[in-house]
C-alpha cells in the first residue's frame, strides 16, 4: 500500500517572484523546486489560489504553467483534485535542463560551464591513464558515431558514451561520478544542438582529435582538443536555441 509523502516546507516556494509573472517566472519556480529534490512525487502542489496570492501573480499564469508542466510530463492535474508531482523523478532533471535552456535560465547556464571545465580534466586524465585496452573502447564509440548514419538516437547514446568512457579511464572515481550524474545534461544538450547544420560532422572530427591525443598520451593535446569540442558545441547549442526563439 502505497503512503502518501511527507508534506513539503512550500515556504520559499511561495514567496513573491521578483518581477511581474508570466507562465515562465511560475514555472521556473516550480522547476527550481523539482531539480533541486524538494518536490517528491506524488506531493500535491498548492492550489492555484494559494499559489497566485504567495507568488503575486494572477490565477491565469499559475494556471498557464501548471498546464505547461503538465505537457512536459512533470506534474499531472486531476480536475477536483489538484496538481500532482509525477512518479518517474530520473526524468525530472532532463526536462527541467530543456525547459531552463529554452528560457536561458542562469543556473543552466552555469552547469555547462561547470561540465567543460570537467571535460577537459577528463581528457587530460585519461591521455595520461590511459591504457592500450582503454583506447579501443574509445575507438568502438566513435565508430559507432560514424556507424549511426540518420539515426539520432544511436549517434548521441554512442556520443554520451565516449564521453562517460573517457570519463572512467581517467580513473578518478569523483570526477567520473560528476560526469555521471549529468548524463542528463549531455542528453539535452545534443538532441537540442542536433539539428544545426555540420552537428555530426562536426562532433565527429572533434572526438576524432580528442581520441588521436589520448592515444598519444598527450595530456595538454587532449585537454586542448576537449576544450575546442566544448566551445564549438556550446555555439551549436546557442544556435539551435536561437532559432528557437525566433520561430
Given amino acids: 500500500m502505497s503512503t502518501q509523502p511527507e508534506e513539503p516546507d512550500f515556504t520559499s516556494l511561495l ?26 512525487p506524488g506531493t500535491r502542489l498548492p492550489a492555484e489560489r494559494q499559489l497566485a496570492e504567495a507568488l503575486g501573480v494572477a490565477r491565469s499564469s499559475v494556471r498557464g504553467a501548471l498546464s505547461a508542466l503538465d505537457v512536459l ?55 595520461e591513464r590511459a591504457e592500450p585496452a582503454d583506447v579501443e573502447r574509445l575507438e568502438g564509440h566513435l565508430a559507432r558515431m560514424r556507424e549511426a548514419g540518420t539515426d539520432v538516437k544511436a549517434f548521441i ?41 555540420g552537428t555530426v560532422s562536426g562532433t565527429l572530427h572533434e572526438h576524432g582529435a580528442v581520441l588521436d591525443a589520448i592515444r598519444a598520451s598527450d595530456p595538454e593535446a587532449a585537454d586542448a582538443a576537449m576544450a575546442e569540442h566544448m ?17
Fill in 231 to 247: 566551445r564549438l558545441a556550446s555555439d551549436r547549442l546557442n544556435l539551435s536555441l536561437r532559432a528557437e526563439q525566433e520561430d
Fill in 15 to 40: 514567496r513573491p517572484v521578483v518581477r511581474e509573472s508570466s507562465v515562465s517566472e511560475v514555472a521556473k519556480r516550480l522547476l527550481d523546486h523539482l531539480s533541486e529534490g524538494n518536490l517528491k
Fill in 157 to 197: 547514446d554512442a556520443d554520451i558514451a565516449f564521453h562517460l568512457e573517457t570519463a572512467n579511464i581517467a580513473r578518478n572515481t569523483v570526477l567520473s561520478d560528476i560526469l555521471h550524474s549529468i548524463r542528463a545534461l549531455l542528453q539535452v544538450w545534443m538532441e537540442r544542438a542536433g539539428d544545426i547544420e
Fill in 73 to 127: 510530463g512533470i506534474i499531472e492535474i486531476r480536475p477536483g483534485s489538484g496538481s500532482y508531482v509525477r512518479d518517474g523523478t530520473s526524468e525530472f532533471l532532463p526536462r527541467a535542463i530543456n525547459w531552463g535552456l529554452m528560457l536561458g535560465q542562469r543556473r543552466t547556464q552555469d552547469l555547462v560551464e561547470v561540465r567543460t571545465f570537467m571535460e577537459g580534466m577528463s581528457a587530460r586524465l585519461a591521455a
